[in-house]
């Protein structure tokens, strides 16, 4: 399984579409945690639409490894099996929108979540932890998560916004 090297921060605020000062995708997700997995360990299918375009379709199996790095191993899916996978098996379910974006020689995501709302959370993926990052000025970061587990995506599809 390849690793998955990232930070992530909880975001306080950022800037209207129409102050955006870089270009931007705006992703629409949504994703089944699926129950019955090991400790440190999880399972999730994914839908992924960017605009009109026809969305595609994910099964990602994830094993924690130390905050912000984790073993991933992700393959496509047919829509039916993404049906088969999140009405078949007992699951949580997040939606969010993510705003994609280059700054610094990065590529970011921002993910405002929508079910549950109420808050953001940007990550940015990286060849190592020590690897150096400057934060976009225009997103004004509450704290970072990183190592923080109630803001993965997998606590979050369980237990709510923490």
Same mark, same amino acid.
């Given at each position: 399984?390849?690793?998955?090297?990232?930070?992530?921060?909880?975001?306080?605020?950022? @800037?209207?579409?129409?102050?955006?000062?870089?270009?931007?995708?705006?992703?629409?997700?949504?994703?089944?945690?699926?129950?019955?997995?090991? @400790?440190? $360990?999880?399972?999730?299918?994914? *839908?992924?639409?960017? %605009?009109?375009?026809? @969305?595609?379709?994910?099964?990602? *199996?994830?094993?924690?490894?130390?905050? !912000?790095?984790?073993?991933?191993?992700?393959?496509?899916?047919?829509?039916? $099996?993404?049906?088969?996978?999140?009405?078949? /098996?007992?699951?949580? /379910? =997040?939606?969010?929108?993510?705003?994609?974006?280059?700054? !610094? %020689?990065?590529?970011?995501?921002?993910?405002?979540?929508?079910? @549950?709302?109420?808050?953001?959370?940007?990550?940015?993926?990286?060849? %190592?932890?020590?690897?150096?990052?400057?934060?976009?000025?225009?997103?004004?970061?509450?704290?970072?998560?990183?190592?923080?587990?109630?803001?993965?995506?997998?606590?979050?599809? /369980?237990? %709510? =916004?923490?």
């Amino acid at each position: 399984m390849p690793l998955e090297i990232e930070r992530k921060f909880l975001v306080a605020y950022v @800037p209207p579409d129409d102050e955006w000062p870089v270009p931007f995708e705006d992703v629409s997700i949504i994703q089944h945690y699926l129950q019955d997995i090991k @400790p440190g $360990e999880s399972e999730r299918v994914r *839908r992924s639409q960017v %605009g009109s375009n026809p @969305p595609k379709f994910f099964l990602t *199996r994830k094993k924690y490894v130390s905050p !912000g790095v984790c073993q991933e191993d992700e393959e496509l899916i047919t829509e039916q $099996e993404f049906e088969i996978f999140s009405l078949s /098996k007992k699951s949580n /379910k =997040i939606h969010k929108v993510r705003r994609v974006f280059d700054w !610094g %020689g990065l590529t970011w995501e921002l993910d405002q979540f929508i079910q @549950p709302g109420g808050i953001m959370l940007m990550e940015v993926e990286l060849s %190592g932890m020590e690897e150096e990052v400057a934060l976009p000025p225009f997103i004004q970061i509450h704290s970072e998560v990183t190592a923080d587990n109630r803001y993965s995506n997998s606590e979050i599809s /369980k237990n %709510g =916004i923490p």
